[in-house]
């Protein structure tokens, strides 16, 4: 039986390969229809059997009789809504500047305090919530600064892969309702927890606060009490598992499908047990749901599916469940008489990995009439599309995997798996009525939601999966959408009214959806703008903090809340400090840097003092060094000043007698390699330290896949293990550009950690598939006829990969200084302060993950400016000649100033301990971390700050831990 459906996925993939490859090519984008009226699905015959279509109106007689769509939206290039694409528009410059990105929350001491994956702020407590992937629930206060952890739920949770802790939400009037909802995958049915192929389920609880943390004993299963009522995850990924709380009260909760994405093979159910070895194992658990991505259109499955639940009992809201009832909530579209039902609880369904998902708030004279609003979320493709989509209503189906984007989904489309007769053992998905069917009846007989918007996952000269190249010519392009938010403040400019704010985690950008302006319009797209531009570093969530009505979202890796404010009357610098070590025995030597520090208005730079907090002269300098001579611990404060402020960073220096744990990695040696097809081969990872035993490791491997991290496909916690790459999830990713960083966190017995990493590629990997280098390109900007001591910014921003792989940023500034490639650390945008006047070559190195590099040189002019011999007096620096009388060394004792939002400081540097492999020990020049802080913001007038301008500026460079 094997060798059959072997023999049959062979036939399955030569078919689709030579069908796909005639796919014309496109180059705009679909029309939407105003709300309410039937967008039947693109480029098929509808269900009154008329012939298609076209996007321009006109009808085309090229009717397909064999159940496939129409190719006319394939074939067609005078589409011109809106335009040629969505073509992205900049943002004005000037308004570009007055926006600052904030540090809210970080705690890199905190081992639990780590890939951070959702958020969820409070309306009446000023309380944040975030969930970290490993099963740790943080309660951060924003009146206080306090960062504790609040729950605890890791000996639950299936955390490998994509999977783990995924969602979270807080109820509304959170002081007299503390509930807290949570969505994560439960341990594993079949295969061992730290193996991302292992068979699992979905579940979603309610968590009540008491005493200030959560309660454990209070825990309230939703959905998935057991497997029987829970969607199935049959793959490592297409979770999903968004959760937010409708206008009306109401519980909604995404769920993925739990198929493979294997785009050689279809996922229809059928068993891939030679990648995944528990496939089989999937109908074992989940009778009757073994049918891959087609769980997204089957009524008997959770998977694929928005639910609208009731939050004190997990059920749908029908006529049944006397709540509804009570509360006048407008009824489910399919209510079968039992609330507690699969049906009963589905209120949207044909979904891939809904990973995102938020309710757009009202706009003014809207009500709710007993609903739960427009719900957005985010759905991350497979091929080539990713898509917004706006849930107006119950009902709606958005179509996967027929449909991708405004297009058939070719592989789905086109594989022979859709003939009933020659596949008559695979489980078919069961509409409403009780009817099995498959893609072809989908075109011909149901309608589906043409997506909110959308974009493609190509460049120019990109072909994709199918020999389709659905460029949009829209001056962007991303691979993974990740958030989905909307702006709930007033400080923002009036532009930014009713926009929805969109998150790419793969390309690291933040744009702004502009709807319509009334209704029926109101949840039609317009237009898209820049937001927060192209950053290199995996982010995810979009949340307003209900405080200021900032967009805020997760820096995933460094484990760090960032939200972005609009302050156009406040010129404050944003200061970047690092060193290169925080910890060791007397006499040590340390290497501070100010690069990546900027004004973000380019306004002039009047100072950079460091008090190293030794009763030492204070140090006028953009990166000095240092040697402290005796045991203590040292806050150094590196204050920078312009005209109007001057802001303060602190790094605490441990001097007690040892460094930091110095790591030798034994296995695997740096750039090493793996097979994808190799079930034997064991790759095995070894480790020693040296310094204040006992010692704790931390093993993350992490698949890069193309320009996006899947972070813990596989994690150990001792020094020595052995792992294949089946195990480490390569068969996930089969015949795709993937490789592993593999990063590793040693922590001490006084809790001061290192980090290092080393790269694994797969074998022959551009032999068989070839490697396009990086096109490094970057800009010189910053104060015009920048001068010594002035910040010159440099920005890389625009540099490509026809590949779409990761890239990682390093530069030599010409001067002696360097910023090296860091795991840790875009760079892709950075500064440097020249100490003396010159002409200087700056060279830009660009690295994709196969280790292809493009270098590119500019030169910088640096005139005379105040850094020249600066003069000490009474320990103040003395630029021009001024005093500044605000600038006081800081003092742990008698000087407050502001604290750091967490109390516990901040991790900075470019990488985080040694970076070592092959049985090599090499110091990171680069630094082992620094402990930091913001002091706080003064004017430079005797006139103190007010409160307002307090603002908080912490590091912009994300690190990962």
Known sequence: MKSIVKIALLVSCLFVAIYAKGELQSDGIAPQNPVGVDNWAAGAASK??????????????????DGFPCPTWDNENTVVFPGNGPVVQPLDANIQNQFVDNVLVQDKQNPNF????????????????INAKAGYVFKYNMNTGALTQWLNIADQVHNAGDFGLLGIEVNKDFSNNPYVYLVYAVTSLAGPDDDMNAISYLRVIRVTQAGGVGDTGSIVTLVGKDKTDAPPLCSSTHAGGAVAMGLDGTLLITFGEGGHFDTDVMDFGQPLTDRYPYDEQCKV?????????FRAQSFNS???????????????????????????????PFCDGNSASIPSRIYALGMRNPYSMNVRPLRQGEITDGGPGVIYYGEVGLGSFEEVNAVYQGGLNFGWPCWEGPRPMAGYRDSPMNDFNAFPDLVRPIDQAGNTFSCPKFYTDVVTQHPTFYWARYTPGMWGLYGEQYFMGAGFVGNCVGGVGFYTGTSYPDSFKNRVFVLDYGAGWIKSLKMGDASPYIDVYQSIQDFRPQSGTPIVSLESNPMTGDICYLAILAAEVHCISYAPQVTIPTVVISSNTTVGDAPLYVGFSSDGTFDRTNAAINFIAWNFGDNTPI???????HVFTQRGVYNVTCTVGNANFNTSKFITITIDGSHAPIITVLSP???????YYDKVKTNYFAATAQGVAPFKYYWDTIMVHFNHYHPESYISNVANFSVTADGMGASSHIGTRINFLITLRVTDARNKSSTTFVRLSEDDWETAYGNNAPAASFIVGGINNPTSGQFVRFDATSSTDLDLDFLSYAWDFGDGYVQNFSPSASQVTTSHAYKQPGTYTVQLSVADNWGAINKISKTVTIGQGWMQNPLIVNGFPTPSG??????????????????????????????????????NTQPNNNGNGSESGTLGVSRSSATSISTSFALVLVCLAIFLQ
């Open 48 to 65: 009154r059997k008329v012939p298609c279509p076209s996007r321009s109106g006109a009808i085309e007689n090229n009717f397909n009789q």
């Open 114 to 129: 780590n890939t951070l994956v959702g958020m969820a702020f409070t309306d009446n407590t000023n309380e944040l919530f």
């Open 285 to 293: 658990h989940f009778p009757g749901q073994n049918m891959g991505a």
């Open 302 to 332: 959770l998977g694929g599916k928005l639910l609208r639940i009731d939050p004190t009992n997990g059920k749908g809201i029908c006529p049944d469940n006397a709540n509804a009832a009570a509360r006048k909530w407008n009824m489910n």
């Open 619 to 625: 140090a006028v300098d953009p990166n000095p060094s």
């Open 669 to 675: 040696a740096p750039n090493g390699q793996f097979g």
């Open 882 to 919: 001024q005093v500044p009388g605000t600038f006081v060394p800081y003092d742990p004792q008698t000087n407050g100033g502001e604290s750091n939002t967490n109390g516990n400081g901040s991790t900075n540097g470019n990488g985080n301990g040694s970076q070592t492999g092959g049985g």
